[in-house]
């Protein structure tokens, strides 16, 4: 499981304490108002942010002092998520090698991941001659690639319309979710996370509530999130 | 959402690089200051040097932007066929190398010139390009452009809007718009120019020299070359740097021109516009003033090709490596640099600025002089030098693209662990190639031209083309200096010209 052991986190005088646990091989959504920090405890996570206090640890092994490409964890951000200036092919088997030096047998896998995301024959084009959606597939296709066994999703895909994110969500489920990942993700959008999430925390006042089950989560709202909800 | 910036790419090159800078900068000031011999003090001949340095600085800037401020105004407002030409071309003499256009302006001006020719045939009396005139003329032909390049940007600056809005209002344009924006952009190109005047070397050399028209930077030449006063010359190095540093401080506080600025071909809509003559007359005007020396540097230069002595090829080919060298080491530099960030960068980019071929020369002569015979290491010094004086240009067209790779794909490239030398393989060289090549082109064809620090330093083994050009001038081979300007010619802009379509040859972004 992943945990933030009494991570404290301070950005100019915002502060955010969180101290919970992730369970893994579960999808867990992060719910709260903008400015509320779900996206700096992603960072924090990830290892952008250094915190002011506290660790985070996988399967009890200390990440905090890691640098983000050396942790056991992918990410896929609200933009910028490929290359445009490399091919649908190298950005997605910069998952498998960052030097891009990659044998056969490594694009045999490429080409898998990205007959699993649906982009069979697009490996050569470059990310602008694709579309948004397509994008999205590609930067996931990558992530599947990776292997690394934890995947923070900073609102994703909030770029795409209500059908084409439903998609995508229902597309990280069958492949990322159905392959045991751990599955963080930031959004703002109830719908999100009562589409793929088995729990849900809400992330307001400076605090981060405990994950729990993502019905009881709507059908018994807090009363932060009861106001946030509306 | 603010994250801890990453650092991402090798931050080495860029400390290396500021390591170099300020050597060849302060350590070379240092060097001259600790050989000045001010307890001599400054002679009466040093005073009318330094007076003549800042007269001719001060008349030439002065006569650039008042001539800049109609052509700009007519540029601005005007739509015709040739104006992008014509704008492009406004950007020419800065790859131009100096002696080069001196040939130019010559064959127009000179003794024997077009002017002096037509002059004599109405009977009037002929003109001189020798002396406090003809450095004032070299001066407004290069700086001139300049100056309408940077008050173009300041009048396509003012919002089309406005404009709009003033024709409606029927409000005097030039009072409430233009008087405004001139007073903001005048006075930094103004600056701009008054310090490049000041720095210019090779211009005093070849049409200035003798008591009365004689600059600080020539006067080190002299002191160095032809007296071997090394006390003097350091003193001289010491004073002429102290006049740029306080020009170079003036430009800092009161602009951030950026003469390399794009979008120039727009014209502003105006509901105001009568006298299209008064226009178009500047316009061609200008044309010819820079047109005529390009050309005759063509008419004279074909026949001279076939006179040129073979020791000019040698030239040639020694200019061509040490623009490459030169080109390779600046652009390395700078994105160094641009990557690392940081405020110590911001002060090493603009220190070159301050800094004169010719002080950072007689630094570098005092400080190799004792150990090796600086005919020696007239090269690699002249490439660093080069490379140095170039990196300011150099930065200011990379930097905001390594900006924004940081900004846009840090993030990513540290997620995925394609960090160091793999991130500026893979992500920063692919998307930089367009700045990078620009900047190599600026800084080779900068390097190709140079006519300073090379005079300095080298012998006949070692000479570079513009130095070979300017010792057949020196002995009145006008012919074959006429072909090797030619060769100068070609050689700058073709450097430029590779560097930059190599940048952008499938550059797809």
Known sequence: MLTCDKLLLTQDDFTLMADITFPAGKVTALIGPSGAGKSTLLAAITGFLAPAAGRVLWQGDDLTGLAPGARPISAIFQDNNLFPHLTIRQNVGLGLRPTLRLTRNELTQVEHALDAVGLSGLGSRKPGALSGGQQSRAALARVLLAQRPVVLLDEPFAALGPGLKDEMLDLVQATLGAAGRT????????????????????????????????????RDPSPALAAYLG | MAQRAVAIAPRWPGTAAAVLVLVLTIGTLAAVGWRAEWQRGLSPADWVVIRFTLHQALVSAMLSVVLAIPVARALARRQFAGRKVLVTLLGAPFLLPVIVAVIGLIAVFGRNGVVNTGLTWLGLPTVTIYGFHGVVLAHVFFNLPLAIRLILQGWLSIPAERFRLAASLNMPVGRLLEWPMLRNVVPGAFLVIFLICLTSFAVALTLGGGPRATTVELAIYQALRFDFDLGRAAMLAAIQFGLCAVAAALVWRVTSVDALGAGLDRVVQRWDLRWPLMDYLMIALVAVFLLMPLAMIIWRGVPGLALMPASIWAAAGRSVIVAACSALLCVTMALGLALRGGSLIAVVGVLPLAASGLVVGTGAFLLVYPVINPARLALPITILVNATLALPFALRAIAPSAT???????????????TGWAFVRIVVLPRIRRPLGFGAGLAAALSMGDLGVIALFAGEAEQ?????????MGAFRMEAAAGAALLLLVLSFAAFWLCDQGGRADADL
């Open chain 1, 183 to 218: 599955l963080l993700m930031v959004t703002h959008d109830p719908s999100d996370a009562k589409r793929i999430a088995d729990q849900a925390a809400f992330v307001g006042d400076g605090q981060v509530s405990a994950p729990i089950s993502t019905d009881v989560f709507f």
């Open chain 2, 464 to 472: 570079t083309l513009p130095l070979a050009m300017f010792r057949l």
């Open chain 2, 404 to 418: 924004a790779i940081q900004r846009d794909f840090a993030r990513l490239g540290a997620s995925l662990g394609l």
